[in-house]
């Protein structure tokens, strides 16, 4: 027997469950959400390592359902940092009166769907006993962070933390030396700030990465008054292109077809503008043409290099193994100019990998580093891992592990074949965080809003995916990436970054805009590829 039971079930209260929270309750559901957190905001409440920000610009990582909300809240820089957008989020939730909803401090740790009753019933962390007739997954993308199985973990006599896990209050990283395993965009902003505040920094640096200065401003009330008045415009662009942002270049000319002297200029306006959008949407080819690719590459490489004093320093940092944009471009601020430092070593763990780590800290390529603390940003299980946190059973018993042994699918990436009424956010097969994230979030949850309303309508309350549909979207996610260097490099985009889990590509890379016109067309066409029924 349950304790309670709801309509729907939101899991999590980041920027997709408070979204969720908010559009399921505006049509008429009794609306639950569990929080592992003791507060709002999910990846933005976890996240609270020294220098974490979002790399997306402020006015586009902002909610667009509610005119109101943008004209309200100021952002006080370009690139937002997490405790900005934790303020944000946290706005958001008094703003529209969504707390109320949230049950915090709560995890769900089992789902299983009884066909009998046709219901979800969910098992938490404080042993509450919940059946909901829909369960939405809004647990994010990136919540199950990643640390790497190191021998000798246990026996380190310093502290560690993982940069996922950062204690609210801080860390005294004063007179301490410091070692940062991890070189991707977490570590990329931590290594900079830690630099600041340790004795010594160590950073272990397993691959070298593309790193586009965000060239970071504070605004003032003339530019968020400028953003205020243009809010429609730039809703309207977010929704027509690729990646759910605003000022994207609509038509970019091929890198490869200009002469020298322009593509000189083109270029060092994207670095001067900085931010991966325009660098790496400034040209239509650096994206499918490995030379243009390689182009645009050396030229970041060229730029970067000019911030780093010694040259077998930049040599290591520079020397990158992939194309660009092939596994996601770094935002940075001060990155570089960081190793310039005297307080700051780069090791390299490709030639000298991470061996064990010991009492007095880390041994690589036969040398042992003495260490106070180990930071890991070793990055994330994403898309599916949190997913997979849960225990969760379908139809038949089906585990949800099982269905994914060989690759985690669903159709749309909103609901797996054999899990029927469990809507997910930022699923395996969705454009999810390849855009902003923001973005697919809202598109995502009005659809299932107009879904759940358009079962409640026609007398229908029970929803699966059509497995053929799933398979076929599925093929569609891989078509459609095929030729395109995005993704085409291992990295948690692609589940490599986890040893032992099924390769695949977690997003569909065909743009937001198509991504949302398919959606649309399904539903227009009586939610076909899903099975619609009444139990
Ligand atoms: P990422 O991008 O997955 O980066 C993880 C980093 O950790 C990356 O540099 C890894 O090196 C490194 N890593 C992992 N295991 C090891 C071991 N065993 N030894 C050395 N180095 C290791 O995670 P982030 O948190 O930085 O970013 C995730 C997303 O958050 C990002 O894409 C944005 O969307 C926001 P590797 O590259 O695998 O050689």
Known sequence: MADEEFDAVVIGAGIAGLYSIYRLREIGLSVKAYEKGDGVGGTWYWNRYP?????????????TFSEELDQEWDWTERYPTQPEIERYLNFVADRFDLRWYIEFGTR????????EQNKWLLRTSTGGKIATRYL????????????????????????????????????????????????????????????KQAEHLYVFQRTSQHV?????????????????????????????????????????????????????????????????????????????????????????????REAIN??????KLLAVDHPIGSRRVIVGID??????????????????????????????????????????????????GPLLAMEIQGIAGLSLRDKWAARPTAFLGLVASGFPNLFMITGPGSPSVFSNVIIAIEQHVDWIK?????????????????LDAENDWTQHVDQVAKNLIVGSTKSWWTGQNIPGKPAGLAFYLGGLQNYRAKCDEVAKGGYKGFVLRSC
């Open 51 to 63: 220098g974490a920000r979002c790399d997306v610009q402020s006015w586009d990582y902002s909610y």
């Open 108 to 115: 769900v740790d089992r789902a299983r769907f009884d066909e």
């Open 136 to 195: 939405v997954s809004a647990v994010g993308a990136l919540s199950e962070s990643f640390t790497p199985k190191i021998s000798g973990v246990g026996t380190f006599a310093g502290e560690q933390y993982h940069t996922n896990a950062w204690p609210a209050e801080g860390i005294d990283l004063a007179n301490k030396r410091v070692g940062v395993i991890g070189t991707g965009s977490t570590g990329i902003q931590a290594i900079p700030q830690i630099a």
């Open 212 to 304: 586009i200065p965000a060239q970071n401003h504070l605004l003032d009330d003339a530019q968020r008054d400028e953003l205020r008045a243009a809010f429609r415009q730039r809703l309207d662009e977010k929704l027509s292109n690729a990646v759910g942002m605003s000022g994207f270049p609509i038509d970019p000319p091929a890198l490869l077809g200009l002469d020298a002297e322009t593509s000189r200029e083109l270029l060092e306006d994207a670095w001067r503008i900085g931010g991966p959008v325009a660098l790496n949407r400034a040209f239509s080819d650096t994206g499918t043409n490995l030379e243009a690719n390689k182009m645009l590459a050396d030229f970041v490489a060229e730029k970067n």
């Open 310 to 315: 010694d040259p077998e320093v930049a040599e």
């Open 335 to 384: 990155y570089f100019e960081t190793y310039n430092r005297d307080n700051v070593t780069l090791l390299d763990a490709a030639t000298s990998p991470i061996e064990e780590i010991t009492p007095a800290g880390i041994r690589a390529g036969g040398n042992e580093i003495d260490l106070d603390v180990i930071v890991y940003a070793t990055g994330f299980d994403g898309v599916s």
């Open 450 to 466: 107009d879904c759940v309303a358009y079962m409640a309508e026609h007398g229908l309350n029970h929803i699966d995916s059509d």
